[in-house]
Nanobody, 127 residues
């Protein structure tokens, strides 16, 4: 059974930082591209960042570039999202996801390209 478990969310003031982590089990982690998505109240789930199977390549949505960093540790089956210079508009539930194998040679940014999802962790940025 595949499980993705996020942690690290919380309440932070604007300009602050948070580090989200996602631990995977039940899957051959190094075979999957990994991504982070977020969903704010009343909005659709949106792509934030993705990393390749090796971690050598990354891709970010424009709003995350320069502020967020995605990284992975294949030995530990974890993927992280370091978020700096947080803004109130970053407030959302953040989800990690494992890409379907047929998309894992790329850096997928569409939710439909991901096969497994975590339960989400809340990030709230106060102004």
């Amino acid at each position: 059974q595949v499980q993705l478990v996020e942690s690290g969310g919380g309440l932070v003031q604007a300009g602050g930082s948070l580090r989200l982590s996602c631990a995977a089990s039940g899957v051959t982690f190094s075979m999957h591209g990994m991504g982070w998505f977020r969903q704010a109240p009343g909005k659709e789930r949106e792509f934030v960042a993705a990393t390749s199977r090796s971690g050598d390549s990354t891709y970010y949505t424009d709003s995350a570039k320069g502020r967020f960093t995605i990284s992975r540790d294949n030995a530990k089956s974890t993927v992280n999202l370091q978020m700096n210079s947080l803004k109130p508009e970053d407030t959302a539930v953040y989800y990690c996801a494992a890409a379907a194998l047929r998309y894992s040679s790329r850096l997928p940014s569409a939710a439909g390209q991901y096969a497994y999802w975590g339960q989400g962790t809340q990030v709230t940025v106060s102004s």
